[in-house]
């Protein structure tokens, strides 16, 4: 890699080129540790899973010491994209219309008949039931109307007059 391809941020160490380093705000002021210092818990390494525990110790109040030989984000952190996601290496624009491409299917999913899970069988589609009955019986299964109930909804109690049925029933039509 050449010299023209590293960016510095503050670090004695260049930062490759990558999201990380066109992203990351500069690094705040951290000089070498020089003799001895008091920590309740040491982190060895900057990176994501470094700063993470580190920040975490802080927050619960102890008082972590983080070394790092170079610049937070400097070794593989820095060059995996950006990403905590292992083997993502997608940039935003990319992420983002994978996000909205999966937010439609669900939404798809949810509201055409045809693709809603089957309440019987959650492992199959409700097209797919179709396709099968249709397959079972010779002749092609069309869907020609539908009906949604929430769930609840059309189970209310019948409000029955017992003694009114009971006469009608003997003839009698006094309740």
Known sequence: ??????????G????PRSLWAATARPAIPAPPLTG???AD?????GGFTGLS????LAERGWKPVL????????GASGRNGGQIIAGLKANPAEIIAKMVEGRLRKFYEE???????????PEKKVGKVIEAAAKEIGAP?????????????GIEKRQDDFAAEVAAAAGTGKA
């Open 1 to 10: 890699m050449a010299d023209s391809d590293r960016i510095v941020l503050g």
């Open 12 to 15: 004695a160490a260049p930062l």
């Open 36 to 38: 001895a210092t008091e």
């Open 41 to 45: 818990a040491v982190v060895v390494g």
């Open 53 to 56: 525990a580190a920040l975490h």
């Open 67 to 74: 070394l790092e030989a170079a610049e937070p984000g400097w």
């Open 111 to 121: 509201v055409v008949l045809l693709e809603q899970v089957y309440v019987i069988d």
């Open 141 to 153: 299964v069309e869907v020609v109307a539908i009906a949604r109930y929430q769930l609840g909804e």
